[in-house]
């Protein structure tokens, strides 16, 4: 049997449902811990608390924090299974997926109903989860998020639903890999990584979304704050309402790396229009492209890379090349 060890940050798959009220709220004992025997079942088990907080409190210093803990632990285990809370496991799975630079399975799981909820897949995820970091072919993969009998890539994987079990979804590209009763089974694997170790985050990076009659007060406000960079969810294939323009030039000028994604979750920006604020105009400005990228998985990622570089033609080479 294979040495997995669960790391539990906190979330829904650790809290527990008050019969009463109906609130779900974090409990004094995780409440998978007393199902070891269950779990043994399947693989010799370690159990850590790196820390106890609802997602929505986890920053990218958190992150850093359990991807230094990881690589802390990962040489005594087969493989790693974290379980988080779902509101920003993607954030996290993706953080960890650029940072880490190991072989071994790094799993990441939550739960959308507490372990007392009628229904509950909490258990029945973490099960799964320590099924996959103990497969062979989950190695060299990157960090993965199981969830509800699917292997998703932590680059494609986003919460979809505010509710439903089957939340996690990876649009456009679909899971790489599904969970049955006896298998294991990946249908494709991940090509490549950029992967970027740090030992620091420490950069001031803003996501902002754009929407019919955007101007400039909210580019200009967010100047006045100096950030070391900013992520925009652009409209379509990458254009911004022409008021914008003007900000965004300064920005670049005052050395802020700008990155555009989409506010649509299928497709990539690319540089296709040629009017006031359109995609071409955008590039030619020095906005950074960035492909086949979430909007919080681009701030993820320029945070990571600011530590490295703020250097325009590394910044842009990056995005460009996911």
């Known amino acids: 049997m294979k040495n997995i060890l669960i790391i539990h940050t906190g979330g829904t798959i650790s809290m527990l449902e008050d019969k009463e009220t109906g609130e779900v709220n974090t409990a ?3 409440p998978l811990s007393a199902l070891g025997s269950q779990l043994g079942h399947y693989a010799t088990i370690d159990e850590k ?3 106890e907080l609802p ?5 990218p210093v958190h992150m850093l924090e359990l991807a230094k803990k990881i690589i802390e632990f990962i040489p005594n285990y087969d493989g790693i299974v974290v379980t988080h809370g779902t509101d920003t496991l993607e954030e996290t799975a993706y953080f960890l997926d650029v940072v880490l630079e190991i072989d071994k399975p790094v799993i990441v799981t939550g739960a959308m ?6 229904g509950s897949d909490a258990l029945y995820n973490l099960i799964s989860s320590i099924r996959v970091a103990s497969d062979e072919d989950a190695a060299r993969q990157g960090v993965l998020v199981v969830m509800n009998d699917e292997i998703h890539a932590a680059k494609n994987v986003t919460k979809t639903s505010t509710s439903n079990v089957a939340t996690f979804q990876s649009p456009q590209f679909g899971p790489i ?4 009763k006896d298998s294991i089974l990946f249908h494709r694997r991940i090509r490549t990584r950029r992967v970027q170790p740090v030992q620091t985050i420490s950069k001031k990076v803003f996501l902002l979304k754009a929407f019919a009659g955007m101007d400039e007060q909210f580019l200009q406000s967010i100047r006045l704050a100096k950030p070391d960079g900013l992520v925009i969810e652009g409209l379509g294939q990458g254009n911004l309402p022409k008021d914008t323009i003007k900000p965004i030039q300064q920005l670049i000028e005052d050395n802020i790396p ?3 994604v989409s506010r649509c979750y299928q497709g990539v920006v690319q540089p296709t229009y040629g009017y006031d604020g359109g995609g071409k105009q955008l590039k030619q400005l020095g906005v950074i492209f960035a492909r086949g990228l979430s909007g919080p998985k681009a701030r993820i990622r320029l945070l990571i890379a600011l530590e490295k570089t703020s250097n325009y033609n590394h910044l842009k080479e990056l995005f460009e090349t996911l």
Do not use: A, C, K, Y
């Open 28 to 30: 004094d004992i995780h």
């Open 49 to 51: 608390i790196v820390f």
């Open 55 to 59: 997602s929505p409190q986890i920053t």
């Open 113 to 118: 109903r507490s372990s007392n909820e009628i």
């Open 177 to 180: 890999g599904l969970i049955t």
């Open 258 to 260: 700008v990155v555009l």
